[in-house]
């Protein structure tokens, strides 16, 4: 199946610092996904992203499918940022979604 | 709007005894639903899929099963719970067809004692 693999696993910014975490993938995708999951263990969707950039206030996404990656920016980080960031992807002719092992950010005031 | 409801939040439960997790989704109709798994550590495993009523597609073989009474009811259960089902477990859903975002209830964290 389909590998996963984000980078770097743990990540500790000093609030108001900037951030790229990367998702690599081993296939070709139909879908790519941004989760937080946040310290009471809800997933949250940030970006549906198979392809191209888009941005949702300080955060933002970058796919570029045919290299088979894709980035996750954070800038002016806080505190509330923290949590564990997922990428998950589907590969062709396929149901399910596959993640990634997530990267830990933690953010120190 | 969809709204995806999980219940219980938590649950502590002897080991072998029973367990049902139940799913709702409200606001769509003939969504994908999706159990998952996260055990201690991060990664998410895929235990169960349903495209339909009655349609269950198991991922992985363990102690667990999952029925889909209702278009928009997921339930996990078990008949005989073991110290390894302990984790948290997340239900999802998503529009049928192949390009749309997954969604997630807010999980359920089990214990098995």
């Known amino acids: 199946g389909i590998q996963v693999e984000q980078s770097p696993p743990d990540l500790i910014l000093q609030e108001g610092a900037n951030s790229t975490l990367r998702c690599n993938f081993s296939?070709?995708?139909?879908?790519l996904q941004w989760f937080h999951q946040n310290p009471w263990g809800q997933l949250i969707n940030l970006f549906y992203i198979p392809s191209g950039t888009k941005q949702n206030g300080r955060l933002s996404a970058t796919t570029v499918a045919t290299e088979r990656y894709s980035l996750l920016y954070i800038s002016s980080s806080q505190t509330t940022d923290s949590g564990v960031y997922f990428c998950a992807v589907r590969g062709a002719g396929s149901y399910q979604l596959t993640f990634g092992k997530g990267t830990k950010l933690s953010v120190i005031p | 709007s969809q709204t995806i409801h999980q219940w219980p939040a938590t649950l502590v439960q002897p080991v072998g005894s029973p367990l049902s997790l139940e799913c709702t989704v409200e606001g769509t109709s003939n969504p994908n639903l999706y159990w998952y798994r996260q055990a201690a550590g991060r990664g998410l495993q895929l235990l169960f899929y349903?495209?339909?009523?009655?349609?269950i597609s198991s991922e992985v073989p363990q102690n667990l099963s999952a029925s889909r009474p209702q278009d928009r009811q997921f339930i996990l259960s078990s008949k005989k719970l073991l110290l390894s089902d302990s984790g948290f477990y997340l239900c999802?859903?998503?529009?049928?067809?192949?390009?749309?975002?997954?969604?997630f209830g807010n999980g359920t964290r089990l214990t098995v004692t």
């Open positions: 296939d070709s995708v139909n879908n």
């Open positions: 349903s495209v339909g009523i009655g349609q």
């Open positions: 999802a859903w998503r529009l049928g067809g192949h390009n749309s975002p997954l969604h």
